[in-house]
């Protein structure tokens, strides 16, 4: 059972919203927080610790018409942490905003716990501090595309390499910190597509490898362009 066909349910279940505020290229660090309204304590997916705080996020939809929305984001100024980090690091403008949607059944310590079955993530920058008071913050937001100078195609397209950041081995375990790609299985292959230790998991960034990690009757979560090769090679 996927969260694709939970959407055409009339019971869909409980809905959790999770954002992750990615400030390392300010020099400050992620924070991660989920909707206090809801939550009364952490939430734990895919390893890592959301903290409930009292949020407003507004404006997410998409039309397909006009513009790219600009959301806003609200959060409560009880949080020393957060506060801190606008005071220090420019009011974290340039910080990336990533929101999660997912059901708590696939929440991690949950029976049917599952880190890849999420609705698609919303990618946003804070472009704009509109208040900040001893209540609350809020921020207005942009897509990463809707920016000055932006040019299409935003990537170069190629054929044969996937852009999703693979998992990584710290020494002890995987990291799971930067990873886009959905993968956390324990079949380890190495950049060669071969069996091997999980110290020694790399991805080649083909389709082949991809096949190997998400063998048919999956979808492959690839996001190079195949269709693009002359010949298929894979």
């Not at 954002?19 to 020099?27: F, K, N, Q, V």
Request: charged share 25%; with cysteine; hydrophobic share 35%.
């Amino acid at each position: 059972m996927t969260i694709k066909r939970d959407s055409q349910k009339l019971e869909v279940g409980e809905y959790v919203v999770m954002y992750e505020l990615d400030a390392t290229p300010l020099g400050a660090s992620i924070y991660r927080f989920t909707q206090a309204c809801y939550e009364h304590d952490v939430v734990t997916w895919r390893g890592n610790e959301y903290m409930p705080i009292d949020i407003t996020a507004e404006g997410f939809q998409v039309t397909g018409q006009g513009t790219l929305p600009r959301p806003t984001i609200q959060i409560a100024n009880t949080n020393l942490v957060i506060e801190s980090a606008v005071r220090a690091w420019g009011d974290l403008l340039g910080a990336v905003l990533t929101r999660y949607r997912t059901l708590r059944k696939y929440l991690d310590g949950q029976p049917g716990a599952d880190p890849t079955q999420f609705w698609p993530v919303d990618v946003y920058e804070l472009e704009r501090k509109l208040e900040h008071n001893k209540v609350y913050i809020k921020w207005e937001l942009k897509c990463w595309m809707d920016g000055d100078n932006i040019k299409l195609p935003g990537l170069q397209v190629l054929a044969n390499s996937c852009w999703w950041t693979y998992r990584r081995w710290n020494g002890s375990t995987f990291d799971y910190t930067k990873a886009t790609c959905i993968y956390t299985d324990a079949r380890y292959y190495d950049i060669n597509g071969k069996p091997c230790a999980a110290s020694q998991d790399r991805c080649g960034k083909r389709v082949r490898d991809c096949i190997l990690r998400f063998p048919r009757p999956a979808v492959l979560p690839y996001s190079g362009f195949p269709g693009l090769a002359k010949t298929r090679t894979s």
